[in-house]
Protein backbone atom coordinates (compact mmCIF):
# COMPACT_ATOMS: atom_id res chain seq x y z
CA UNK A 1 0.00 0.00 0.00
CA UNK A 2 3.03 2.58 1.16
CA UNK A 3 4.59 1.70 -2.69
CA UNK A 4 1.36 2.22 -4.27
CA UNK A 5 0.98 5.31 -2.63
CA UNK A 6 4.36 6.34 -3.54
CA UNK A 7 4.22 5.44 -6.95
CA UNK A 8 0.77 7.68 -7.21
CA UNK A 9 2.47 10.62 -5.60
CA UNK A 10 5.84 10.13 -8.30
CA UNK A 11 3.43 9.97 -11.34
CA UNK A 12 1.37 12.82 -10.90
CA UNK A 13 3.93 15.43 -9.98
CA UNK A 14 6.05 13.70 -13.00
CA UNK A 15 2.73 14.66 -14.98
CA UNK A 16 2.80 18.15 -13.85
CA UNK A 17 6.92 18.45 -14.15
CA UNK A 18 5.92 17.67 -17.95
CA UNK A 19 2.83 20.24 -17.93
CA UNK A 20 4.52 23.00 -16.11
CA UNK A 21 7.90 22.82 -18.00
CA UNK A 22 5.76 22.43 -21.23
CA UNK A 23 4.20 25.44 -20.64
CA UNK A 24 7.45 27.45 -19.24
CA UNK A 25 9.04 26.87 -22.92
CA UNK A 26 5.53 27.46 -24.83
CA UNK A 27 4.65 30.52 -22.72
CA UNK A 28 6.18 34.13 -22.42
CA UNK A 29 9.14 34.32 -20.25
CA UNK A 30 9.14 37.02 -17.00
CA UNK A 31 6.48 38.09 -15.15
CA UNK A 32 4.58 36.08 -12.34
CA UNK A 33 2.99 33.03 -14.30
CA UNK A 34 6.48 32.38 -14.93
CA UNK A 35 7.40 32.25 -11.69
CA UNK A 36 4.99 30.45 -10.44
CA UNK A 37 5.45 27.55 -12.95
CA UNK A 38 8.84 27.82 -12.21
CA UNK A 39 8.32 26.93 -8.53
CA UNK A 40 6.17 24.44 -9.27
CA UNK A 41 7.90 22.69 -11.25
CA UNK A 42 11.39 22.41 -9.09
CA UNK A 43 9.33 21.61 -5.81
CA UNK A 44 7.43 18.83 -8.19
CA UNK A 45 11.62 17.92 -9.64
CA UNK A 46 11.99 17.32 -5.56
CA UNK A 47 9.49 14.99 -4.83
CA UNK A 48 10.25 12.93 -8.09
CA UNK A 49 13.55 12.42 -7.72
CA UNK A 50 12.81 11.32 -3.84
CA UNK A 51 10.04 9.04 -4.45
CA UNK A 52 12.08 7.60 -8.10
CA UNK A 53 14.97 6.49 -5.22
CA UNK A 54 12.67 4.91 -3.60
CA UNK A 55 10.49 3.11 -5.99
CA UNK A 56 13.60 2.59 -8.89
CA UNK A 57 16.83 1.50 -9.12
CA UNK A 58 19.87 3.43 -9.11
CA UNK A 59 19.74 3.99 -12.81
CA UNK A 60 16.76 6.37 -12.14
CA UNK A 61 17.94 7.74 -9.16
CA UNK A 62 21.04 9.38 -10.97
CA UNK A 63 18.46 10.33 -13.79
CA UNK A 64 16.89 11.99 -11.28
CA UNK A 65 19.66 13.63 -9.39
CA UNK A 66 21.00 14.96 -12.66
CA UNK A 67 17.40 16.50 -13.56
CA UNK A 68 16.99 18.22 -10.07
CA UNK A 69 20.84 19.88 -10.44
CA UNK A 70 20.45 21.44 -13.70
CA UNK A 71 16.53 22.49 -12.37
CA UNK A 72 17.56 23.63 -8.97
CA UNK A 73 20.97 25.42 -10.72
CA UNK A 74 18.87 26.97 -13.26
CA UNK A 75 16.18 28.58 -11.11
CA UNK A 76 18.48 29.80 -8.43
CA UNK A 77 20.69 31.61 -11.49
CA UNK A 78 17.52 32.64 -13.20
CA UNK A 79 16.64 34.27 -9.36
CA UNK A 80 19.71 35.62 -8.84
CA UNK A 81 20.65 36.86 -12.14
CA UNK A 82 24.03 38.97 -11.70
CA UNK A 83 23.69 39.85 -7.89
CA UNK A 84 26.01 37.03 -7.38
CA UNK A 85 26.31 33.59 -6.00
CA UNK A 86 25.64 31.85 -2.57
CA UNK A 87 27.53 29.80 0.00
CA UNK A 88 24.21 27.34 -1.15
CA UNK A 89 24.54 27.50 -4.96
CA UNK A 90 28.73 26.90 -4.59
CA UNK A 91 27.75 23.82 -2.06
CA UNK A 92 25.50 22.73 -4.80
CA UNK A 93 28.61 22.94 -7.66
CA UNK A 94 30.56 20.79 -5.71
CA UNK A 95 28.42 18.27 -4.75
CA UNK A 96 27.31 18.07 -8.52
CA UNK A 97 30.61 17.72 -9.61
CA UNK A 98 31.39 14.83 -7.20
CA UNK A 99 28.03 13.07 -8.29
CA UNK A 100 29.42 13.55 -12.13
CA UNK A 101 32.40 11.93 -10.68
CA UNK A 102 30.42 8.94 -9.52
CA UNK A 103 28.75 9.02 -12.78
CA UNK A 104 31.84 8.00 -14.57
CA UNK A 105 33.39 5.84 -12.26
CA UNK A 106 30.12 4.03 -12.45
CA UNK A 107 30.09 3.73 -16.38
CA UNK A 108 33.61 2.49 -16.17
CA UNK A 109 32.87 -0.29 -13.95
CA UNK A 110 29.91 -1.48 -16.20
CA UNK A 111 31.94 -1.55 -19.27
CA UNK A 112 34.91 -3.34 -17.69
CA UNK A 113 32.19 -6.03 -16.17
CA UNK A 114 30.85 -6.06 -20.20
CA UNK A 115 27.75 -4.74 -19.94
CA UNK A 116 26.05 -3.96 -23.69
CA UNK A 117 23.83 -1.19 -22.96
CA UNK A 118 23.85 0.59 -19.22
CA UNK A 119 27.87 1.80 -19.15
CA UNK A 120 26.99 4.24 -22.65
CA UNK A 121 23.97 5.90 -20.34
CA UNK A 122 26.16 6.31 -17.12
CA UNK A 123 28.75 7.67 -19.95
CA UNK A 124 26.79 10.12 -22.21
CA UNK A 125 24.90 11.55 -19.00
CA UNK A 126 27.94 11.66 -16.69
CA UNK A 127 30.46 13.23 -19.27
CA UNK A 128 27.33 15.86 -19.38
CA UNK A 129 27.14 16.18 -16.09
CA UNK A 130 30.90 16.70 -15.69
CA UNK A 131 31.05 18.80 -18.50
CA UNK A 132 28.79 21.55 -16.57
CA UNK A 133 30.18 21.12 -13.21
CA UNK A 134 33.63 21.51 -13.75
CA UNK A 135 32.77 24.82 -15.54
CA UNK A 136 30.25 25.71 -12.76
CA UNK A 137 32.91 24.96 -10.10
CA UNK A 138 35.84 26.83 -11.88
CA UNK A 139 33.21 30.14 -12.86
CA UNK A 140 31.08 30.12 -9.32
CA UNK A 141 33.69 28.58 -6.87
CA UNK A 142 37.08 29.27 -7.72
CA UNK A 143 35.96 32.70 -10.02
CA UNK A 144 38.18 31.54 -13.00
CA UNK A 145 35.96 30.78 -15.57
CA UNK A 146 36.91 28.58 -18.09
CA UNK A 147 35.28 30.07 -20.97
CA UNK A 148 33.92 34.12 -22.04
CA UNK A 149 30.61 35.29 -20.64
CA UNK A 150 29.30 35.70 -24.33
CA UNK A 151 26.15 37.52 -23.69
CA UNK A 152 27.02 39.59 -21.39
CA UNK A 153 24.88 41.25 -18.43
CA UNK A 154 22.27 38.60 -20.37
CA UNK A 155 24.85 35.73 -19.58
CA UNK A 156 22.46 34.52 -16.42
CA UNK A 157 19.14 34.43 -18.90
CA UNK A 158 20.63 32.35 -21.44
CA UNK A 159 22.36 29.59 -18.77
CA UNK A 160 18.97 29.92 -17.03
CA UNK A 161 16.89 28.89 -19.87
CA UNK A 162 18.92 26.04 -20.76
CA UNK A 163 19.60 24.75 -17.29
CA UNK A 164 15.95 24.38 -17.27
CA UNK A 165 15.34 23.02 -21.06
CA UNK A 166 18.13 20.23 -19.83
CA UNK A 167 15.96 19.39 -16.64
CA UNK A 168 13.02 19.20 -18.90
CA UNK A 169 15.33 16.67 -21.22
CA UNK A 170 16.01 14.27 -18.15
CA UNK A 171 12.62 14.31 -17.46
CA UNK A 172 11.40 13.31 -20.74
CA UNK A 173 14.00 10.71 -20.67
CA UNK A 174 12.67 9.37 -17.24
CA UNK A 175 9.28 8.93 -19.34
CA UNK A 176 10.25 7.79 -22.49
CA UNK A 177 12.23 4.92 -20.61
CA UNK A 178 9.55 3.44 -18.23
CA UNK A 179 7.16 3.59 -21.29
CA UNK A 180 10.29 1.92 -23.41
CA UNK A 181 8.87 4.05 -26.58
CA UNK A 182 11.74 3.38 -28.47
CA UNK A 183 11.93 -0.51 -27.26
CA UNK A 184 15.43 0.13 -26.65
CA UNK A 185 16.82 0.92 -23.69
CA UNK A 186 19.94 2.64 -24.99
CA UNK A 187 18.15 4.30 -27.81
CA UNK A 188 15.11 5.16 -24.49
CA UNK A 189 17.83 7.49 -22.83
CA UNK A 190 19.95 8.74 -26.07
CA UNK A 191 17.14 10.05 -28.02
CA UNK A 192 15.70 12.55 -25.63
CA UNK A 193 19.00 14.09 -25.23
CA UNK A 194 19.95 14.36 -28.80
CA UNK A 195 16.42 15.82 -29.69
CA UNK A 196 16.01 17.78 -26.83
CA UNK A 197 19.87 19.39 -27.27
CA UNK A 198 18.75 20.17 -30.83
CA UNK A 199 15.83 22.58 -29.83
CA UNK A 200 18.04 24.25 -26.94
CA UNK A 201 20.16 24.91 -30.10
CA UNK A 202 17.34 26.87 -32.05
CA UNK A 203 16.07 28.32 -28.87
CA UNK A 204 19.40 29.98 -28.40
CA UNK A 205 19.17 31.52 -32.04
CA UNK A 206 15.71 32.17 -31.49
CA UNK A 207 16.63 34.56 -28.24
CA UNK A 208 19.55 35.84 -29.62
CA UNK A 209 17.83 37.58 -33.13
CA UNK A 210 14.92 38.25 -30.23
CA UNK A 211 17.28 40.36 -27.77
CA UNK A 212 19.67 41.18 -30.88
CA UNK A 213 22.50 39.71 -29.66
CA UNK A 214 24.92 38.89 -32.63
CA UNK A 215 27.47 36.23 -31.48
Same mark, same amino acid.
Given at each position: ???? *???????? $?? +????????????????????????????? /?WFVVLISGAYLGGFLITIVGIFGFYFALTGSRIGKLKNS???????? $????? @???????? @?????????? *?? /???? +??????????????? &??????????????????? &?????????????????????? /??? &????????????? $??? @??????? *? $????????????
Amino acid at each position: MERE *SILLIHTI $TG +IIIFISGLLQILLKKGGKIHKILGNVYLY /SWFVVLISGAYLGGFLITIVGIFGFYFALTGSRIGKLKNSGITIFEKS $TFIFG @GLLAIVML @GYAINLFIKG *SK /SYWI +IFAVFGGIFTFVTVQ &DIFKYVLLKPLKKQIYGQL &DWYFEHFTRMFISFIAATTAFV /SIQ &DLFGNTTMNFIMP $TII @GTIMIFF *S $TKFYKKKLNIEK
